[in-house]
């Protein structure tokens, strides 16, 4: 049988049919090849004291953040008065820090939209673990401080801006001494390292109690002066304003700051430690800074 001949008009539907279905092939690729995109990861920049990275809290509480929220956290860990100016130039969405009186100016030039109680700990003067400078019988970390000026006894200064360092100048300046020679050494470095320093020169350094717990067993030194309630460290959280930066994700520093407020991370800053230590590095806290002198 001889094959019938199509028509122009049927060839015409034939091709049109061909390029209908070639455009539906086209269309459902695209959307099927979007679909199958996962949506854009949300991030969040955390500057933070060296403290809170140095202890270890970090490694356990960003974690926690991270599977709750889906947001994943990118941590400059930097002395409290660079976090700070971080956030002023808007490098960091959200900031945890230990410096009261940096944070209130912080926030008074409106650089930050909140400010909340996270934790606290406390410093000590530490020092060689065999030392002819005795500092337990000191009334306050005022008169331990005048104790190291007067012996010249070797001291280690932060000196990088940090919450630590503002404490210790505060100490000195309540001490009425402006402390200069070459037993007092500006080490310019974080809490880790300038406890290291300590360690090596056998001298005397403030330190936040929850690195120190941290490298103790790693440096000959013990705790030579504790207890004075000048010596209080508090940690605040920040959220940086955007208005003042456009491109800072405050929707990830809020859902950061309501995680810090939560039951489960205070039981996890409640917790971290004891096991390896006996004690807690941190106490959760639960009011709002503003209030903190």
Same mark, same amino acid.
């Given at each position: 049988?001889?094959g019938r ?6 060839k015409?539907c034939?091709?049109m049919?061909r390029?209908?279905?070639l455009?539906?092939l086209?269309?459902?690729?695209l ?5 199958s ?5 949300r991030?969040?920049?955390l500057?933070t004291t ?7 809290l ?10 709750e929220?889906?947001v994943?956290v990118?941590?400059i ?11 002023r ?7 945890l820090?230990?410096s ?18 996270v934790m ?6 530490v ?14 970390v005022a008169?331990?401080?005048?104790i ?5 006894s070797p ?5 990088d801006? %940090?919450?630590? /360092? !503002?404490? #210790?100048? @505060? ?7 402006e $402390?200069?020679?070459?037993?007092? &050494?500006r080490?310019g ?6 406890l ?5 020169k056998k001298?005397?350094?403030l ?13 000959e030194m ?5 207890g004075?309630?000048?010596?209080l ?5 920040i959220?940086?304003n955007?208005?003042?930066? %456009?491109?800072? /994700? !405050?929707? #990830?520093? @809020?859902?950061?700051?309501e995680?810090?407020?939560? $039951?489960?991370a205070?039981?996890? &800053?409640g917790?971290?430690g ?13 009011k ?6």
């Amino acid at each position: 049988m001889k094959g019938r001949k199509i028509s122009f008009k049927g060839k015409w539907c034939i091709e049109m049919f061909r390029s209908l279905n070639l455009a539906f092939l086209l269309f459902a690729c695209l959307f099927l090849g979007c679909a199958s995109k996962s949506p854009p990861s949300r991030e969040l920049t955390l500057a933070t004291t060296t403290s809170t990275q140095d202890s270890g809290l970090l490694d356990v509480l960003l974690p926690a953040f991270e599977r709750e929220s889906g947001v994943k956290v990118k941590v400059i860990a930097v002395g409290s008065g660079q976090a700070l100016e971080l956030g002023r130039r808007g490098d960091a969405d959200i900031l945890l820090t230990h410096s009261p009186q940096a944070e209130k100016k912080f926030m008074e030039e409106g650089w930050g939209t909140s400010r909340e109680a996270v934790m606290h700990n406390d410093f000590v003067i530490v020092g060689p673990a065999e030392g002819r400078v005795e500092l337990k019988n000191a009334p306050t970390v005022a008169d331990a401080f005048k104790i190291i000026a007067e012996a010249e006894s070797p001291f280690i200064s932060r000196s990088d801006e %940090s919450g630590t /360092h !503002q404490k #210790e100048i @505060n100490i000195w300046k309540s001490a009425d001494i402006e $402390p200069d020679g070459q037993w007092y &050494i500006r080490a310019g470095a974080g809490m880790a390292q300038a406890l290291r320093m300590a360690h090596e020169k056998k001298a005397f350094v403030l330190s936040d109690r929850a690195t120190y717990l941290t490298l103790k067993n790693e440096i000959e030194m013990k705790v030579s002066f504790e207890g004075d309630e000048q010596l209080l460290n508090r940690y605040s959280v920040i959220t940086v304003n955007p208005q003042k930066h %456009s491109h800072i /994700h !405050q929707d #990830e520093a @809020n859902r950061f700051v309501e995680f810090l407020m939560s $039951p489960n991370a205070k039981k996890i &800053i409640g917790s971290f430690g004891v096991e390896l230590y006996g004690q807690s590095l941190f106490v959760p806290d639960a009011k709002v800074t503003n209030e903190i002198p």
